[in-house]
Every structure is written in C-alpha cells, then in structure tokens.
C-alpha cells in the first residue's frame, strides 16, 4: 500500500468538509464504491490509461488535505496522477462553493453549511452516475443495490488492490453494450430498465451521446434548461432523475423530490399534512442556481450526528 496526500483546496477558497463529501448522497455505498462509517473512509475503484484499474482509500489527512491509500503494487507515476486527478474528480474539489456559502450564512437553517459541506461526492464517470441513477428508479434500495453489484461483478474489470468482484471498476459502456439482454433480465434483474440500460450504453458505445461532455459543460455552453432536456431525453431519465444526475454534474437548480425528500422535509419543518411541491421551492428559491443543493442540505443535515468539520 502507498499513501499520497491531496490539498483539500477549493477554487474559492473556501473550507472542504471531507466527510460531509464521503456521505453526501447515498451512492456512496453503491459498489465499487464502498463508504465505512466507523472508520470514515470512502474506497472506490478508478481507472488508469492503459493499465489495469487501482483500489484506493480515502480518508482525513494532516493539515487540510485527504489521505489517499493506493492499494496493491507500488505505483508508478501514470498510476499516481491517475489517482490524484480520480480522487480530485470523485470529491469536486474543482467546484466553487464560496457564491452559495454567502447565502447560507444568512439563513439560521443552513448557515452550518458554510463551513464546508455541499460538494456532491460524484462517480468517475457521468456514465457511472447516469447508470446508477436509473438504477433507483421506482424501487426500493435493495434493488439498486443488487443491480448495481450484478453490474460491478459480472462486466467489471478486476482492480489491483481489490478483494473481490465488488471492487472491480464500474462496467464500460463497451462492456454493457455488449451484454444480451437476458443479462439484464436473469442476471441484473434490472426489469423495464434492462432496455433503458442497453440503450444508453449503446448509444455511449457508439459515441452518438457524449454523457462526459455534460461534466465540463459552463453554464454558457449548456445552460441549466437544456441540459435538464438533454437528460430528459434518455432512455429511462425522468423529472426526478434529471435533478439527481444534475446534481451529481454540479448543477443544483433543481430540487430533487421523490418519496423520501417530501416526507423528509415535512417532518423537518413540523407539520403533520405533506407540504406542497410549490412551497417547498419557494423556501429554497433566494438560492437561485443553489436551490437544489439548500434543499439536499436542509434533508440531509442528520446524516453526520457532530456536525461539519
């Protein structure tokens, strides 16, 4: 095992929670990426040009930086810039939170954000989130989890410093394109997502859909409106599948509401009888593009019992 350091340093200069970033949203337990809360470190599987894929572990660092555990073989240099630049992507450190964290310290219910929470852990891949996303589509959590694993371990690549099919890199869209469709209906069990799955995988494949060219779209290039079509147009993306893969692009206007945020939300603030969709956007509207991210915050805040920092 090797261990480098990386500066938790964000473009605006402003503080990097790094465990509020490990359990920002639940894909972080979705495989190969595997979150273990007693010892706080987040292991996930990334990918090296023209090498085989390399098992590493994060963790808190000394002096404002993350402790990144490559595991297996010494690596060489292309491994190690291979790992860095991954974990720098999968913790968005390259996001700028500062304009969002002004807002929040003038609201009593977030203002603990702007110590450092909000970055949106994110795949390596926007093909990754994308798949995955799909995966949570009107089902319980059990399943995506069983869908995701059967993915991860029958068309993954084995990770050098992996102990199991559970570490292996997250499927090519080559690979899942590749598979029959009685994989996705026997094997990943994926039911009417098996097609959606296929689909998205060939077309990626193929390179007639460019799903990475989203993660370095500005806001000029793509604005928040067409990007949210461009997602509502592939096989299986729906409304609330459109907020969660924005969110994962670092795009927060809109506020993710499913059976879980609603019901979340309403308990947080009281009351007995469900708030409407409209309401609860109206609470969240003096965050403009961050509407989205206020929301996720204000719902999630419980999941670290100590608060940031």
Same mark, same amino acid.
């Given at each position: 095992m090797t261990t480098l350091d990386l500066p938790l340093r964000a473009p605006g200069g402003e503080p990097v929670d790094l465990w509020r970033t490990l359990v920002s949203h639940g894909f972080a337990e979705l495989s190969p990426t595997d979150l273990d809360e007693a010892r706080r470190t987040l292991a996930f599987t990334v990918r090296v040009p023209g090498g085989r894929p390399r098992r590493v572990r994060i963790s808190e660092g000394a002096r404002r930086s993350a402790r990144l555990e490559v595991l297996g073989p010494p690596p060489g240099p292309k491994v190690v810039r291979a790992v860095l630049d991954g974990a720098a992507h999968v913790l968005r450190l390259d996001q700028d939170l500062s304009p969002f964290y002004v807002l929040a310290e003038g609201d009593p219910d977030l203002a603990w954000a702007a110590a450092g929470a909000g970055r949106m852990l994110r795949s390596p891949t926007v093909f990754e989130d994308v798949v995955k996303t799909v995966c949570t589509t009107n089902c319980a959590w059990s399943a995506t989890v069983r869908m995701v694993d059967a993915l991860v371990t029958h068309l993954g690549d084995p990770a050098l410093g992996g102990d199991g099919p559970l570490t292996n890199a997250f499927p090519s869209p080559e690979a899942m394109a590749g598979a029959p469709e009685s994989f996705y209906r026997e094997v990943v069990r994926a039911g009417y997502r098996g #097609?959606? $799955?296929?689909?998205? #995988?060939?077309?990626?494949? #193929?390179?007639?859909?460019? $799903?990475?060219?989203? #993660?370095?779209a500005t806001p000029t290039d793509l604005s928040d409106l067409e990007l949210e079509a461009a997602l509502l147009a592939l096989p299986g993306v729906g409304p609330y599948a459109a907020a969660h893969i924005m969110m994962t692009l670092g795009r927060h206007s809109r506020l993710i509401l499913d059976s879980w945020t609603r019901p979340k939300y309403t308990r947080l603030v009281g009351r007995t009888k469900a708030v409407s969709d409209r309401a609860i956007e109206k609470r969240f509207r003096r965050y403009g593009d961050f509407a989205g991210l206020a929301f996720w915050l204000f719902v999630t805040r419980d999941w670290v019992d100590d608060g940031p920092g």
């Amino acid at each position: 095992m090797t261990t480098l350091d990386l500066p938790l340093r964000a473009p605006g200069g402003e503080p990097v929670d790094l465990w509020r970033t490990l359990v920002s949203h639940g894909f972080a337990e979705l495989s190969p990426t595997d979150l273990d809360e007693a010892r706080r470190t987040l292991a996930f599987t990334v990918r090296v040009p023209g090498g085989r894929p390399r098992r590493v572990r994060i963790s808190e660092g000394a002096r404002r930086s993350a402790r990144l555990e490559v595991l297996g073989p010494p690596p060489g240099p292309k491994v190690v810039r291979a790992v860095l630049d991954g974990a720098a992507h999968v913790l968005r450190l390259d996001q700028d939170l500062s304009p969002f964290y002004v807002l929040a310290e003038g609201d009593p219910d977030l203002a603990w954000a702007a110590a450092g929470a909000g970055r949106m852990l994110r795949s390596p891949t926007v093909f990754e989130d994308v798949v995955k996303t799909v995966c949570t589509t009107n089902c319980a959590w059990s399943a995506t989890v069983r869908m995701v694993d059967a993915l991860v371990t029958h068309l993954g690549d084995p990770a050098l410093g992996g102990d199991g099919p559970l570490t292996n890199a997250f499927p090519s869209p080559e690979a899942m394109a590749g598979a029959p469709e009685s994989f996705y209906r026997e094997v990943v069990r994926a039911g009417y997502r098996g #097609a959606y $799955l296929i689909g998205l #995988a060939r077309a990626v494949a #193929a390179g007639e859909l460019d $799903l990475e060219g989203f #993660a370095t779209a500005t806001p000029t290039d793509l604005s928040d409106l067409e990007l949210e079509a461009a997602l509502l147009a592939l096989p299986g993306v729906g409304p609330y599948a459109a907020a969660h893969i924005m969110m994962t692009l670092g795009r927060h206007s809109r506020l993710i509401l499913d059976s879980w945020t609603r019901p979340k939300y309403t308990r947080l603030v009281g009351r007995t009888k469900a708030v409407s969709d409209r309401a609860i956007e109206k609470r969240f509207r003096r965050y403009g593009d961050f509407a989205g991210l206020a929301f996720w915050l204000f719902v999630t805040r419980d999941w670290v019992d100590d608060g940031p920092g």
